[in-house]
C-alpha cells in the first residue's frame, strides 16, 4: 500500500473559463498550427467551437479543424494522419468526449509515423512497439467519463463478430496539458450524462477496491466519490445545467482516468472490452448496466470466500458515503441543511466511524436504484444473446478483482442484465 510507483499526471487546467487559456497552452507547446479534433454536433451546435477557433485565430494560430464520428478506428486514424501529415500540424487538440479525445491521442502519436496504427495495437496488430515519438496533444474533454485525458492509452475500436476494443499505449501518449471547464461540459441527455458518469464511477470503484491499490488512489478514488455522490444523479436530471454541479463530475471523471491508470480495473471493465468489440453497445452503457450486478457478485463471493478482505470494509464505506446523500437528498429537516453545508471532505469523514457490514448492501441497492430510475438498457437491446455471452466469457479478463470470480459468477452477472 506505501509501496508503489505513479505514473504522470499531465499540467491541469480545471475551472469555469479555462479554456480562454488554450491559446498559451499552444504557444507553450511550440504549436503555431493545430490540428483540432471535435465530435459530431454538440460544440458546432452551441456556438462553442467557433469560439474556440477565433480564440485560437486570434492568438495567431493557423487551425485545421476534422471532426471524429464515433469511436475512433484504425480507418480514421490513419487517413486523418495520411491528409495532415505533410502540413506541418505541430500541435493536436482533442475537444469532446471520451472517443474524441481517445482519437486525438491517437492521432497526435501517429502522425510522425509512416505505418499504420493497427501495427501497435496490443493484442491484435503486429506488436511493433511505438517509440514515443508524437506531437504535442492537448485534452479538452466535455463529457464526465472515461477520464482519457490523464491516461496513456488511446482505445481503437473495431465493431463486428471478429471486432475488438484495443490500445496503443506509450508513457508518452499521456496528453502535454489538459483542460477541464465547466462551461464546456455539454448538457446531454440524461441517459449519456448517467452512463458517462456511471463510468467515471466503475473506474473510481474498481481500482479502489483493487488487491493491489496504493495508499494514493484510495485517496484518490475517495475524492471522486465525494464529489460524485454529492452532485450524481441530481446532475442527470434533464435539461441540467448546473456548473457546479458538472464540475464536481468532471473532477470524478478526471480522477477516475488517474486511478485506472495507476491501480487497474476490474470485472465490468474486464467485460468492457469483448462486449463493446462484439456488439455496437457504447462503453458508457456497458459500465452502466453491469456495476450493480458486479458489485452484487464481488460481495457475494468476498463474503463466502474471503470474508477478511479490505474489499468489504470498503464497499461498506462506500455505502455509508452514497447512504448519507440519499439521506441528505430526502431530508427535508434540519438534517439536511446541517448536510448541505458540510464540504465534502466533511461529508465523507463524519461517516467514516460508522460504517457496518449492512452499508454493503446498501452500495448495492443504491446502485440497483439508480439503474432502475435511469432505465438503463440491457445488454440484450443490443443484440447480445445467450451464445453472445459465451463468446464474451471466452474473452473476459478478471484482472485486478478484489476476487477470482468463476466464469458461472460471471456468466450470471451478465445473464441478470440481459
Ligand atoms: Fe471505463
Same mark, same amino acid.
Given at each position: 500500500?506505501?509501496?508503489?510507483?505513479?505514473?504522470?499526471?499531465?499540467?491541469?487546467?480545471?475551472?469555469?473559463?479555462?479554456?480562454?487559456?488554450?491559446?498559451?497552452?499552444?504557444?507553450?507547446?511550440?504549436?503555431?498550427?493545430?490540428?483540432?479534433?471535435?465530435?459530431?454536433?454538440?460544440?458546432?451546435?452551441?456556438?462553442?467551437?467557433?469560439?474556440?477557433?477565433?480564440?485560437?485565430?486570434?492568438?495567431?494560430?493557423?487551425?485545421?479543424?476534422?471532426? *471524429?464520428?464515433?469511436?475512433?478506428?484504425?480507418?480514421?486514424?490513419?487517413?486523418? *494522419?495520411?491528409?495532415?501529415?505533410?502540413?506541418?500540424?505541430?500541435?493536436?487538440?482533442?475537444?469532446?468526449?471520451?472517443?474524441?479525445?481517445?482519437?486525438?491521442?491517437?492521432?497526435?502519436?501517429?502522425?510522425?509515423?509512416?505505418?499504420?496504427?493497427?501495427?501497435?495495437?496490443?493484442?491484435?496488430?503486429?506488436?511493433?512497439?511505438?517509440?514515443?515519438?508524437?506531437?504535442?496533444?492537448?485534452?479538452?474533454?466535455?463529457?464526465?467519463?472515461?477520464?482519457?485525458?490523464?491516461?496513456?492509452?488511446?482505445?481503437?475500436?473495431?465493431?463486428?463478430?471478429?471486432?475488438?476494443?484495443?490500445?496503443?499505449?506509450?508513457?508518452?501518449?499521456?496528453?502535454?496539458?489538459?483542460?477541464?471547464?465547466?462551461?464546456?461540459?455539454?448538457?446531454?441527455?440524461?441517459?449519456?450524462?448517467?452512463? *458517462?458518469?456511471?463510468?467515471? %464511477?466503475?473506474?473510481?470503484?474498481?481500482?479502489?477496491? #483493487?488487491?493491489?491499490? #496504493?495508499?494514493?488512489?484510495?485517496?484518490?478514488?475517495?475524492?471522486?466519490?465525494?464529489?460524485?455522490?454529492?452532485?450524481?444523479?441530481?446532475?442527470?436530471?434533464?435539461?441540467?445545467?448546473?456548473?457546479?454541479?458538472?464540475?464536481?463530475?468532471?473532477?470524478?471523471?478526471?480522477?477516475?482516468?488517474?486511478?485506472?491508470?495507476?491501480?487497474?480495473?476490474?470485472?465490468?471493465?474486464?467485460?468492457?472490452?469483448?462486449?463493446?468489440?462484439?456488439?455496437?453497445?457504447?462503453?458508457?452503457?456497458?459500465?452502466?448496466?453491469?456495476?450493480?450486478?458486479?458489485?452484487?457478485?464481488?460481495?457475494?463471493?468476498?463474503?463466502?470466500?474471503?470474508?477478511?478482505?479490505?474489499?468489504?470494509?470498503?464497499?461498506?464505506?462506500?455505502?455509508?458515503?452514497?447512504?448519507?446523500?440519499?439521506?441528505?437528498?430526502?431530508?427535508?429537516?434540519?438534517?439536511?441543511?446541517?448536510?448541505?453545508?458540510?464540504?465534502?471532505?466533511?461529508?465523507?469523514?463524519?461517516?467514516?466511524?460508522?460504517?457496518?457490514?449492512?452499508? *454493503?448492501?446498501?452500495?448495492?441497492?443504491?446502485?440497483?436504484?439508480?439503474?432502475?430510475? %435511469?432505465?438503463?438498457?440491457?445488454?440484450?437491446?443490443?443484440?447480445?444473446?445467450?451464445?453472445?455471452?459465451?463468446?464474451?466469457?471466452?474473452?473476459?479478463?478478471?484482472?485486478?478483482?478484489?476476487?477470482?470470480?468463476?466464469?458461472?459468477?460471471?456468466?450470471?452477472?451478465?445473464?441478470?442484465?440481459?
Amino acid at each position: 500500500m506505501y509501496d508503489f510507483n505513479y505514473g504522470r499526471i499531465p499540467p491541469l487546467h480545471f475551472g469555469a473559463g479555462k479554456i480562454a487559456r488554450l491559446p498559451a497552452i499552444v504557444s507553450e507547446l511550440g504549436g503555431k498550427r493545430v490540428l483540432l479534433v471535435t465530435g459530431k454536433a454538440s460544440l458546432q451546435a452551441s456556438g462553442m467551437l467557433r469560439s474556440i477557433q477565433d480564440l485560437l485565430q486570434d492568438a495567431g494560430i493557423e487551425v485545421h479543424a476534422i471532426t *471524429c464520428p464515433g469511436e475512433p478506428t484504425t480507418t480514421f486514424v490513419d487517413d486523418v *494522419c495520411t491528409q495532415f501529415r505533410s502540413q506541418s500540424v505541430d500541435v493536436v487538440i482533442g475537444i469532446g468526449g471520451g472517443s474524441v479525445i481517445d482519437a486525438g491521442k491517437a492521432i497526435s502519436a501517429m502522425l510522425p509515423h509512416e505505418n499504420s496504427i493497427f501495427d501497435y495495437l496490443e493484442g491484435v496488430g503486429r506488436g511493433m512497439a511505438h517509440s514515443g515519438i508524437k506531437k504535442p496533444y492537448i485534452a479538452v474533454p466535455t463529457t464526465s467519463g472515461t477520464g482519457s485525458e490523464v491516461t496513456k492509452n488511446a482505445v481503437i475500436s473495431e465493431v463486428g463478430p471478429a471486432g475488438y476494443k484495443k490500445s496503443l499505449r506509450h508513457d508518452n501518449l499521456i496528453p502535454d496539458a489538459v483542460v477541464v471547464d465547466g462551461d464546456l461540459l455539454v448538457s446531454c441527455p440524461r441517459n449519456v450524462t448517467f452512463a *458517462c458518469g456511471m463510468d467515471a %464511477f466503475t473506474q473510481l470503484l474498481e481500482p479502489y477496491l #483493487s488487491p493491489k491499490v #496504493s495508499k494514493l488512489t484510495e485517496a484518490i478514488a475517495w475524492s471522486g466519490f465525494t464529489a460524485i455522490a454529492g452532485h450524481f444523479p441530481d446532475v442527470c436530471e434533464a435539461g441540467s445545467n448546473d456548473t457546479k454541479a458538472r464540475g464536481a463530475m468532471a473532477y470524478g471523471a478526471l480522477l477516475s482516468g488517474i486511478a485506472l491508470a495507476n491501480d487497474g480495473v476490474g470485472i465490468v471493465h474486464g467485460l468492457a472490452s469483448p462486449i463493446g468489440g462484439f456488439f455496437p453497445i457504447p462503453h458508457g452503457v456497458v459500465c452502466a448496466t453491469l456495476v450493480a450486478p458486479s458489485v452484487r457478485a464481488n460481495l457475494a463471493a468476498l463474503r463466502a470466500r474471503a470474508p477478511k478482505s479490505p474489499a468489504l470494509e470498503k464497499m461498506a464505506r462506500l455505502g455509508a458515503l452514497l447512504s448519507s446523500h440519499e439521506h441528505g437528498k430526502n431530508d427535508s429537516s434540519q438534517d439536511k441543511q446541517a448536510f448541505s453545508g458540510a464540504s465534502d471532505t466533511v461529508t465523507a469523514t463524519i461517516f467514516v466511524g460508522q460504517i457496518r457490514d449492512e452499508h *454493503c448492501d446498501a452500495l448495492v441497492r443504491i446502485l440497483d436504484k439508480w439503474t432502475g430510475d %435511469f432505465h438503463v438498457p440491457r445488454l440484450g437491446e443490443y443484440g447480445i444473446d445467450e451464445q453472445g455471452l459465451e463468446k464474451i466469457l471466452d474473452k473476459a479478463q478478471n484482472r485486478n478483482n478484489p476476487i477470482e470470480l468463476t466464469r458461472h459468477e460471471i456468466r450470471a452477472m451478465l445473464k441478470e442484465r440481459l
